[in-house]
Structure formats: structure tokens, C-alpha cells
């Protein structure tokens, strides 16, 4: 298993007491370190602008690219998204890293592989930054895969708690991608709806307050595993967002590290069915760091049980 990280990535600052802070991260790698071998450490290329222009404008592009500070320490983007003078750096490491992931599974130099990255991507719309999010590497990663390789099958399953409504905005026109989304409504950013079907590429699965381990695995059973099996993607993607667990402090579900092993593990034997193993997992949202330790290692052991 291959994991694709950056230093930059930990230098990035939303400002004084945010919970999107560089200790989440070091939870992670330093988890994964102590808890699993072998893992192949790459450090995470920079995104190029021809590839974060296929997913957005070239406003936002410029915005984040070519920001300026003149002496401030903090760019403000929205009522919870600022960049550092670091961000612009650690966005792009963070988008580089899913688009060498997903060059690296495509060339079979490796099955599957996890992007350790911050900031987070999946709320950051075409043309808007938002939700702690600069640009949002998952959809720059599976617009990579279909227009470099020329894929006609690339699946994006999100089980963030928080609605990936930057991923499906930026897809749901988009045949070629499937998105497919469980998470806690109502919350942050309120979208998500269950009527929401793209062209037929979208699959929202919206779980209740306080919702545990059979809801959340019901909803993935019942309904989100087969419409990933019917889609038959040629290349596996995965928002891996580890704030439902239940100690999270920015939501209300009661998911436990052994949720996501069990979930990691069906989407790495569907993978192996369907698309050689192929799969790249992007950390996103998660804010206690406890969990954030355990999921992290029981994300990649069910990843790699398969
Ligand atoms: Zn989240």
C-alpha cells in the first residue's frame, strides 16, 4: 500500500483554534507509521493548473495559485475557510497527491494507494472555495482519470458526514462519474438530498441524528454497494472522511473505527471484482483526533484485508 503525503500539507494554517488544524494530519501519518507495514511513503507531487482547471475556474484557480498576502497571515475565503502563506502550497500537494495516486494505480505500479493530505477538497464548488476546502483534489483526481486515461467509469464514494457538494456539483452533469454519498442530514452544507440523481451518476444516502452502525451499514448495503457494483467502475475513488465516529466534535453519528474497516473492505473486494484492485483513498473531514488515529489504521487495514 502506497501513501502519498507532503510536509507542506502540515504547514497550512486556517487560523488560531480551528478544528481543520495541522494535528490532524500528524495524528494520521503518525497512526499509520506506528500501526501498519509495509506502507511505501511518496512525497505528494503539485497539481498543475491544466489539472485543477478541469474541475474549476480559472478564477479560483489564479485565486488560490497566485495568492497574495502583502504581509497578512491569514487570506479569508469564507466564514471558515483562510489560507496561510503556506496553503496555496499545501492545496496543490494535496490535489498532486490523488492525480499521482491515480497515475500510479493506472500504470499498476501499485493497487491501491491513500492520499494523507490536508486541507480537505470535497466541499469546493467549480468556482468557490468553501467548508475548509481549497481545491477539491477527489474531483481533480477523477477528471485526471477520465480525461488522461481515458476512462468512461470512474466512481467517487464519499462517507465524510458532511455531503460532498463540491464533488457532485462539479459531476453531476457528468455521466463518466458516479458519486455516491452517505451522510448526516441535516448538516453542514445541506445538500445531499436523496432526490438529488445527477444523470442518473448521483446516489445520495442522507442518515438521521445520532445514527449508528446499522443505519450507516444498512444504507451502504441496501442501496449505495449496489449501485457502485451496477455502475462497474473502472477506477475506485474514495472521500475518506472520518467524521461520523462517534467522538467527533462537528457531528452527530455514532460510527465506531470498526464501521469504516467493515466499509474499507467491501469497497477494496468490489474494486478487486470490478476494476483490478484499482482504488485511491483521499483523507477529508475528521476532528477528534483519536478517531481520526483509530480510523485511519482501520481504514487501511480494511482496505488492504481484500
Ligand atoms: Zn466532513
Known sequence: MRVYTHPSCLAHQPGPGHPECPARLQAVTEALRAAIQPLEWIEAPLATREAAERVHTKALVDAIFDARFDGEALVRLDADTAMSPDSPEAARRAAGAVVAAVDAVMAGEVTRAFCAVRPPGHHATRETAMGFCLLNGIAIGAAHAVHAHGLSRVAVVDFDVHHGNGTEAIFAAEPRVQY?????????????MESDTGVGNVVNAPLPLRAGSAVFRDAWRAKLLPALEAFRPQL????????????????????????YRWLSAELADLAARHCRGRLVSVLEGGYSLTALRECSVAHLRGLTAA
Open 180 to 192: 455516491l454519498s452517505s451522510h448526516q442530514h441535516p448538516l453542514y452544507p445541506g445538500t445531499g
Open 236 to 259: 475506485l475513488l474514495v472521500s475518506a472522511g472520518f467524521d461520523g465516529h462517534h467522538l467527533d466534535p462537528l457531528a452527530d453519528l455514532e460510527l465506531t473505527a470498526e464501521d
